[in-house]
C-alpha cells in the first residue's frame, strides 16, 4: 500500500531500511555507510518481556518519535487501513523481536494510546509478511489483553481492522471464549462474567457467540 515516506524517497525500486532504527535509504551504499555509525542493535525503549528467542520492548512515541514514525512509515506498506504517521507522542508501541547473537530483530508490533477514551487496548497491529504464520500475531494480541488486565480495563481493538488483523482477532476471541466456557461448564455465568475474566468487550463477545451460531447453524443444515 502507499506510505507517505518523505520525498525523494517515493516511487523507487527499492528501500533500504535499517532494521534495528529503521532509518530509510534510497541506495544499498547510504545503508551501508549508516550501519557503520549506528550503535543500536535492538528497538529504543525499554525491554519489558523476554522468553526464549523472543523479547518485547516498550516505546515511547514522546521519548522516540523519529523511531516511531519510521515504523509507523514502514507498517503503512502493509496495512491499508493505518493513518498515523506524525502524531506518535499520545501512543505507545510495543515491538516484539526475534534475538540472535547480532541483536533484537523486529518481526512485529502493535501500538496503543496512552489514553483513550474509547477504550481501545490497540490501535495498530502488524506481523511483518515474511514473520507471518508464526504465531506472532496472535502472541500481539494476548500482551494487549495481558496489558488490559494490568490496567483492569475492558480492551478492545481500534476500528477498522485490516482483513487478516480481523481474522487473527475472531480466531484469538474466539479460542479464548470458548477456553473460558470450558472451564466454567459446570457454573452459570453471564456475558458480564465472561468479560470480567477476559477482559474482552462483550460487543466482540456477542459478535464471536453469533458466529459460531451461524456456523453451527449451516453445519446441521448440510
Known amino acids: 500500500y502507499y506510505s507517505p515516506y518523505p520525498e525523494g524517497c517515493q516511487n523507487v525500486e527499492c528501500l533500504f531500511i535499517c532494521e534495528f532504527c529503521l532509518s530509510f535509504y534510497t541506495t544499498k551504499e547510504e545503508l551501508l555507510r549508516h550501519s557503520q555509525d549506528c550503535n543500536l542493535t535492538h528497538p529504543p525503549g525499554d525491554e519489558i518481556y523476554r522468553h526464549g528467542r523472543n ?15 519510521n515504523l509507523s512509515y514502514l507498517a ?28 533484537n530483530h523486529i518481526v512485529g508490533y502493535f501500538s496503543k494510546e496512552k489514553e483513550s477514551s474509547n477504550g ?10 515474511f514473520h507471518q504464520r508464526k504465531g506472532y500475531g496472535k502472541l500481539l494480541i494476548t500482551f494487549s489483553y495481558e496489558l488490559s488486565y494490568i490496567e483492569k480495563k475492558v480492551g478492545t481493538p481500534e476500528r477498522p ?6 481474522e487473527s482477532y475472531i480466531s484469538w476471541w474466539t479460542q479464548r471464549i470458548i477456553q473460558f466456557i470450558r472451564e466454567n461448564q459446570e ?36
Not at 506498506?77 to 499520545?90: A, G, M, N, Q, R
Open 55 to 69: 523479547s518485547m520492548f516498550e516505546i515511547d512515541g514522546h521519548k522516540n518519535p523519529t523511531y516511531c514514525e
Open 76 to 103: 503503512k506498506l502493509f496495512l491499508d487501513h493505518k493513518t498515523l504517521y506524525y502524531d506518535v507522542e499520545p501512543f505507545l508501541y510495543f515491538v516484539l523481536t526475534e534475538n540472535d547473537e547480532y541483536g
Open 120 to 129: 481501545y487496548n490497540l490501535a495498530c497491529i502488524l506481523a511483518l509478511p
Open 161 to 166: 481492522l485490516s482483513d487478516l488483523g480481523r
Open 187 to 222: 457454573n452459570n455465568y453471564s456475558i458480564q462474567d465472561t468479560t470480567k475474566e477476559t477482559m474482552i468487550h462483550e460487543k466482540d463477545i456477542i459478535y464471536v457467540l453469533v458466529n459460531l451460531l451461524r456456523l453451527c447453524s449451516i453445519y446441521v443444515n448440510l
